[in-house]
């Protein structure tokens, strides 16, 4: 029997396309907008919100000091260079595994071991009184994690590089160190030996205390830290500062990992107060790296996730603590390492460029990626290459400044065409004060256009700096600036990231599943001036 013909992905989009067209054209004839293109108005009268200069910051999993850093030299040359051009930046080295290290810088001693280790006189008492010795499993199953100790030489080596490309940096405490174990209080004798080194050493570092506190109670042992405890350990911490870290300006926290789960979030802050907490971070990520696909990346309902949780966070914020500032503590596309094959592809950007607009608009001064490197959602590859979101990060760094402008309907759930602006960087070389940097990203599989209603975007020269994936394989780990593929030169240094100039007459089209930012060069808005 005679088999119907296949009809390839490809051809089905194009059809749907040409169908959209059409019914376009159709109401066109009487006066109907373009259902596939978006009106952008943008207020630029004022400065809606404001983020830190190193609004976009990374992490490095505390479990990366265990195995020396994946084996990364923290002084190659190329690791140097990368990371220079996401300055100004914040390194946050913390996480699950943050929890089971034990400071052993007395020395400076290169061994690296997981054993049990004896603490300013205490044994830890999590090894004794439970019969998994030193190890906690998580009940999902996720991993197990065990004591190990961070000597002189590993503190020396990550505060060196964090100097070397001009980054700030904080690190997670571990708080699970606990007299008696597991009910007590914070045992702080190790923190305290780990402080005194830190400033003898003239390193600048802030602190955090724990991680994903919420989720200790799903964890073998449980380990009972309540809200209102947890609170008293950052008050605790807050006190010893003064005397043994002076030269630390923030302490962060509490790094929950949900803000509904056990209620532990808003009790947290119920208990904390003001004055002790310099920001309120939580994490999020869209979904589990071990059961997302590719339609997940660009799917709207899981980006418009993120609006929604955003704008509860901060509000719940606002309305307890007032006037403190929330950061995204830790963030990628998918948890558990990642997506294989999509969370280091060219598809990742849909969630980070998202993420990073969303997050500035609601309000949060700062969000850090995870990771720098390692797993499948690191900036950087195995191998210490890019990944497609490190080019896209290092173009929001050079073009994104601290003003956030406010566009009709950017938080608003739905948009398959989704628009972003701010101020551009107020230190930028290239362009002048008063110029205006949209983001902008369709995860429609038909192409758009913007159509602008402010007359000063509207009549301003216009750069483009449009990303796409290599070969048009959304899972590609290459992409291209305006059609030119982005690579290192000579290995190690990054290639100028060019525009593309357009006039104030050409249509702002947007590829179908692209993304890439437009700068309005010529705009002199009152805002960004």
Request: charge should be negative.
């Given at each position: 029997?005679?088999q119907?013909?296949?009809?390839?992905d490809?051809?089905?989009?194009?059809?749907?396309?040409?169908?959209?067209?059409?019914?376009?054209l159709?109401?066109a004839?009487?006066g109907?907008s373009?259902?596939?293109?978006?009106?952008?108005?943008?207020?630029?009268?004022?400065?809606?919100?404001?983020?830190?200069?190193?609004?976009?910051s990374?992490?490095?999993d505390?479990?990366a000091?265990?195995?020396n850093?994946?084996?990364?030299?923290?002084?190659?040359?190329?690791?140097?260079?990368?990371?220079?051009?996401?300055?100004?930046?914040?390194?946050?080295?913390?996480?699950?595994?943050?929890?089971?290290i034990l400071?052993?810088?007395?020395?400076s001693?290169?061994?690296?071991?997981?054993?049990?280790?004896?603490?300013?006189?205490?044994?830890?008492?999590?090894?004794?009184?439970?019969?998994?010795s030193?190890?906690?499993?998580?009940?999902?199953?996720?991993?197990d994690?065990?004591?190990?100790?961070?000597?002189?030489?590993?503190?020396?080596?990550?505060?060196?590089?964090?100097?070397?490309?001009?980054?700030?940096?904080?690190?997670?405490?571990?708080?699970?160190?606990?007299?008696?174990?597991?009910v007590?209080?914070?045992?702080?004798?190790?923190a305290?030996?780990?402080m005194e080194y830190?400033?003898?050493?003239g390193?600048?570092?802030?602190?955090?205390?724990?991680?994903e506190?919420?989720?200790?109670?799903?964890?073998e042992?449980?380990?009972?830290?309540?809200?209102?405890?947890l609170?008293?350990?950052?008050k605790?911490?807050?006190t010893?500062?003064?005397?043994y870290?002076?030269?630390t300006?923030?302490i962060?926290?509490?790094?929950?990992?949900?803000l509904?789960?056990?209620?532990?979030?808003?009790l947290?802050?119920?208990?904390?107060?003001?004055?002790?907490?310099?920001a309120?971070?939580?994490?999020?990520?869209?979904?589990?790296?071990?059961t997302?696909?590719?339609?997940?990346?660009?799917d709207?309902?899981?980006l418009?996730?993120?609006?929604?949780?955003?704008?509860?966070?901060?509000s719940?914020?606002e309305?307890?603590?007032?006037?403190s500032?929330?950061?995204?503590?830790?963030?990628?596309?998918t948890?558990?390492?990642?997506?294989?094959?999509?969370?280091?592809?060219?598809?990742?950007?849909?969630?980070?460029?998202?993420?990073?607009?969303?997050?500035?608009?609601s309000?949060?001064?700062?969000?850090?990626?995870?990771?720098?490197?390692?797993?499948?959602y690191?900036?950087?590859?195995?191998?210490?290459?890019?990944?497609?979101?490190?080019?896209?990060?290092?173009?929001?760094?050079?073009?994104?400044?601290?003003k956030?402008?406010?566009?009709t309907d950017?938080?608003?759930?739905?948009?398959?065409?989704r628009?972003?602006?701010?101020?551009?960087?107020?230190?930028?070389?290239?362009?002048?004060?008063?110029?205006?940097?949209?983001?902008v990203?369709?995860?429609?599989?038909?192409?758009?256009?913007?159509?602008?209603?402010?007359p000063?975007?509207?009549?301003?020269?216009?750069?483009?700096?449009?990303l796409?994936?290599d070969g048009?394989?959304?899972?590609?780990?290459?992409?291209?600036?305006?059609?030119?593929?982005?690579e290192l030169?000579?290995?190690?240094?990054?290639?100028?990231?060019?525009?593309v100039?357009?006039?104030a007459?050409?249509?702002?089209s947007?590829?179908?599943?692209?993304?890439?930012?437009?700068?309005?060069?010529d705009?002199?808005?009152?805002?960004?001036?």
């Amino acid at each position: 029997m005679k088999q119907p013909p296949v009809v390839s992905d490809h051809a089905t989009v194009l059809v749907s396309c040409l169908l959209v067209l059409a019914l376009h054209l159709i109401s066109a004839t009487v006066g109907a907008s373009n259902s596939n293109s978006v009106d952008v108005q943008v207020d630029l009268s004022r400065v809606n919100r404001t983020v830190h200069s190193d609004f976009l910051s990374v992490t490095i999993d505390a479990g990366a000091i265990h195995s020396n850093w994946h084996g990364v030299d923290l002084k190659m040359p190329r690791l140097i260079n990368m990371a220079k051009a996401l300055a100004p930046c914040t390194l946050r080295v913390g996480g699950t595994s943050g929890d089971f290290i034990l400071y052993s810088v007395s020395g400076s001693s290169s061994s690296w071991r997981n054993d049990s280790v004896q603490v300013d006189g205490l044994q830890s008492q999590r090894h004794s009184n439970h019969e998994s010795s030193s190890r906690l499993k998580l009940t999902s199953g996720i991993m197990d994690h065990e004591n190990f100790t961070m000597t002189a030489a590993a503190w020396d080596s990550i505060n060196g590089f964090v100097s070397d490309v001009g980054w700030s940096f904080v690190f997670g405490l571990n708080v699970l160190l606990r007299s008696p174990w597991p009910v007590g209080s914070w045992y702080h004798d190790n923190a305290v030996s780990l402080m005194e080194y830190t400033h003898t050493r003239g390193y600048q570092v802030d602190w955090e205390l724990g991680n994903e506190p919420d989720l200790l109670y799903e964890v073998e042992p449980k380990i009972p830290i309540t809200p209102s405890e947890l609170a008293s350990d950052f008050k605790q911490l807050k006190t010893l500062v003064p005397k043994y870290s002076p030269q630390t300006k923030r302490i962060i926290g509490p790094d929950v990992a949900t803000l509904t789960r056990h209620d532990f979030f808003k009790l947290f802050l119920d208990s904390i107060g003001t004055g002790v907490l310099d920001a309120i971070t939580w994490h999020h990520y869209y979904a589990n790296g071990q059961t997302t696909s590719l339609p997940d990346f660009y799917d709207v309902a899981l980006l418009d996730k993120f609006i929604n949780q955003s704008l509860n966070v901060v509000s719940l914020v606002e309305s307890i603590l007032h006037s403190s500032e929330v950061w995204v503590g830790e963030t990628a596309s998918t948890y558990d390492s990642g997506t294989p094959n999509v969370s280091d592809s060219y598809a990742a950007g849909f969630m980070w460029l998202d993420k990073l607009g969303v997050a500035a608009i609601s309000g949060q001064k700062k969000l850090c990626r995870q990771d720098l490197f390692g797993g499948n959602y690191g900036l950087l590859n195995a191998t210490i290459y890019p990944n497609p979101d490190y080019w896209l990060s290092v173009l929001h760094k050079r073009l994104v400044g601290t003003k956030v402008l406010y566009v009709t309907d950017s938080l608003t759930n739905g948009r398959s065409l989704r628009v972003y602006a701010h101020c551009t960087r107020e230190d930028s070389s290239v362009y002048a004060r008063g110029s205006v940097v949209l983001i902008v990203l369709n995860v429609d599989s038909c192409s758009g256009e913007l159509i602008l209603q402010d007359p000063e975007l509207g009549k301003s020269k216009r750069d483009k700096y449009w990303l796409t994936p290599d070969g048009d394989d959304l899972t590609s780990k290459e992409v291209r600036l305006n059609g030119v593929k982005l690579e290192l030169k000579d290995g190690s240094e990054l290639p100028p990231l060019l525009p593309v100039g357009e006039s104030a007459s050409e249509t702002a089209s947007i590829p179908a599943r692209s993304f890439g930012f437009y700068v309005f060069k010529d705009a002199s808005t009152s805002a960004c001036s």
